[in-house]
Nanobody, 115 residues
């Protein structure tokens, strides 16, 4: 069954904002981390932001200061607030939730930054 469902992607102009959300039906008691990755055309998938069970966060250098990852206390939703978007932020954004050493992926949501 579908365990991670992303939403919130779309088309935005440079400098604009989008908020992505990922709803999880995985066992929240086993969540180690919740992350967002992205994959641009012709490029490998890369980690964008991560939030650990204890709330600690980490960001890729290219998005630090512009993107903010957050989650609910129940560990069932992880959001990514993206501000000051640039053309280089275009790609498919994937939610990832790790239960121990096993990572689960969502189906991805398209983010297109274009004039």
């Amino acid at each position: 069954q579908v365990q991670l469902v992303e939403s919130g992607g779309g088309l935005v102009k440079p400098g604009g904002s989008l908020r992505l959300s990922c709803a999880s039906t995985l066992d929240s008691t086993r969540v180690y981390s919740m992350s967002w990755y992205r994959q641009a055309p012709g490029r490998e998938r890369e980690m964008v932001a991560v939030i650990l069970r204890n709330g600690e966060t980490g960001y890729a250098g290219a998005v630090r200061g512009r993107f903010t990852i957050s989650r609910d206390d129940a560990l069932t939703t992880v959001d990514l607030q993206m501000n000051d978007l640039s053309l280089d932020d275009t790609g498919v954004y994937y939610c990832n939730v790790r239960l121990g050493n096993i990572g689960y992926w969502g189906q991805g949501t398209q983010v297109t930054v274009s004039t």
